[in-house]
Nanobody
Framework: QVQLVESGGGLVQAGSSLRLSCAASGRRFSSYTMGWFRQAPGKEREFVAAIIWSGGSTYYEDSVKGRFTISRDNAKNTIYLQMNSLKPEDTAVYYC??????????????????WGQGTQVTVSS
């Protein structure tokens, strides 16, 4: 069992940066594949980025490649999403997700058992 708490969202102008954090409780954090998803009003929740538990490989949705960076600090049981060059279309609620020993389903909502409550990111033009 793991509990996830996101923080770091806010209202920023286009071109700005934000860093989201997701703090996890529970044991064996290093055994969890961690992901970031987002959901805009009226849209389905979509994959943003993931970092795999074994080896630390990272994956990104095409529209955020080169702008967003996912990272983890296993000593702090925390993952981060550094978001640069933000665009209005990045506006959404951002969710952190976890799956023990997750691998091939990292880009799918159904691939995660644990979710945070979400943090709002609003990018004005």
């Amino acid at each position: 069992q793991v509990q996830l708490v996101e923080s770091g969202g806010g209202l920023v102008q286009a071109g700005s940066s934000l860093r989201l954090s997701c703090a996890a409780s529970g044991r064996r954090f290093s055994s969890y594949t961690m992901g970031w998803f987002r959901q805009a009003p009226g849209k389905e929740r979509e994959f943003v980025a993931a970092i795999i538990w074994s080896g630390g490989s990272t994956y990104y949705e095409d529209s955020v490649k080169g702008r967003f960076t996912i990272s983890r600090d296993n000593a702090k049981n925390t993952i981060y999403l550094q978001m640069n060059s933000l665009k209005p279309e990045d506006t959404a609620v951002y969710y952190c997700a976890a799956e023990m020993f997750g691998s091939s389903r990292y880009a799918h909502v159904a691939g995660y058992d644990y979710w945070g409550q979400g943090t709002q990111v609003t990018v004005s033009s």
